[in-house]
């Protein structure tokens, strides 16, 4: 980011919780004196991160620790329990009006499975035009055009418009939501694990084509997914998360050969490597804690070889290790 340049998207302190209430049962057993209380999913902890225009962060830790909670705040889709969410410099939570409708417009989410994202009675002319001639993006008599060349564009053939999702194949049909999601003209899209549910071979092929798009539309980009090796390919940052909390965050290279946090070491030994091919792989030792009752101090700290007493008691503040390499780690 140039000095002075405002951050397209900004997160403040950002936290979401999700509060389970006492049933019946548990209301009445409370009122006997059994000691009850509300569950509480801390999903997403005090979360703190911006992204300038046109750059893609990857965003990568195991299953469960609050990356597609993050993902969904992002777009609207929940709303943040504390903190604030900024995109060009305002609150998405003070806009109102058209302004709101704007920026709901500007942000938008690719997710994990196509098929289950795609309306199964929809035809694609429809999943795809349907946004932009409701908001009156595109006029009634330049739709059909826009679609066929869209459909190109996202490497599909404008033949195939009138067919429904299920007539296509899981890669078809993630090249629909990926052009479901441009047909708005956005300005900051959120993928989810886009090539996760797909194979090898045509999760090349996704990649390939998000990246040209990134360049030809001037994307922003949340690249979300557990595959390091994915996210190398395709960001300019990477954020590792963990537990609802981010605990390092440097340039792409900068973060494969200098990790600094013992997490991020860890993901990365376990990455297959042709100069590995000897070593015997070990995975991270321990489990991720459960976000109902997170660990105290660093939540890391169960799992960490190098953990020590104040790491059980003191949460580690995100801070610059190196230049622009942040890490939130009491041995750093």
Known sequence: MKIG???????????????????FSAKIARRFGVSMSEEVVHAVDRF???ISRGEVVGLVGESGCGKSTLGRMLAGLLTPSEGSIFFEGKDL??????EAKEAALKIQMIFQDPFASLNPRMRVHEIIGEAPKIHGLIKPSELDEFLNDLMVRCGLDPSYKFRYPHQFSGGQRQRIAIARALAVDPKFIVCDEVVSALDVSIQAQILNLFMGLQYDFGLTTLFIS?????????SDRVAIM?????VELADTEELFDNPLHPYTQGLLREIPSLDKRRIEFAAIKGEIASPLNPPPGCHFHPRCPIANGYCRSQQPVLKEARADHLVACHST
């Open 5 to 23: 340049e405002r951050p397209l998207i900004e997160l403040k302190r950002v936290s979401k919780r999700f509060a389970k209430e006492l049933d």
């Open 93 to 98: 939570s003070q806009l109102k009006g058209r």
């Open 242 to 246: 963990y537990l609802g909390r981010l």
């Open 48 to 50: 703190d991160l911006s």
């Open 226 to 234: 557990h595959n390091l090796g994915v996210v190398e390919h395709v």
